[in-house]
C-alpha cells in the first residue's frame, strides 16, 4: 500500500503563492496516477487536480484550473502541486492519493495527513 506525507502548506496572503509536495514511501508510484484533493471545515473532501502515470495527462477542478499546476518527479518519487493566485476560499487540509477511473478522480480509501492551506484576506 502506498503511504504518502504531504508537506508544504502553511499561511500565505490572498493572491499569493504556495507549492505542496506529496512524497511517497513503500512503493515506486511512477506506475500510478496521483491526485490532490482538499477538505475545508465542515464540507467534504474534493477533487483538486491529478496526474497520469506518464506525465502527459493532467486534470482540474474548474475551481483551481489556469491557477494550480500538478507535477511529478518519478526520480524523487513526488508529486507536487503549484498554487498560485490563491484565495481565501482554497483554505483547507491538502491531502494527496492514489486515483483511478478516466477523469482520474476517484481516490483509494486510505489518506495521510495532509497539510494545512490557510489563505488570508
Known amino acids: 500500500q502506498v503511504q504518502f506525507v504531504e508537506s508544504g502548506g502553511g499561511l500565505v496572503q490572498d493572491g499569493g503563492s504556495l507549492k505542496l509536495a506529496c512524497a511517497a514511501s513503500r512503493q515506486d508510484i511512477s506506475v500510478y496516477a496521483v491526485g490532490w484533493f482538499r477538505q475545508a471545515p465542515g464540507k467534504a473532501r474534493e477533487f483538486v487536480a491529478a496526474?497520469?502515470?506518464?506525465?502527459?495527462?493532467?486534470n482540474y477542478a474548474a475551481s483551481v484550473k489556469g491557477r494550480f499546476t500538478i507535477s511529478r518527479d518519478n526520480a524523487k518519487n513526488t508529486i507536487y502541486l503549484q498554487m498560485s493566485s490563491v484565495k481565501p476560499e482554497d483554505t483547507a487540509v491538502y491531502y494527496c492519493?492514489?486515483?483511478?477511473?478516466?477523469?482520474?478522480?476517484?481516490?483509494?480509501?486510505?489518506w495521510g495527513q495532509g497539510t494545512q492551506v490557510t489563505v488570508s484576506s
Open positions: 496526474i497520469s502515470r506518464i506525465e502527459g495527462r493532467t
Open positions: 492519493n492514489v486515483v483511478y477511473g478516466q477523469q482520474m478522480t476517484s481516490p483509494l480509501d486510505s
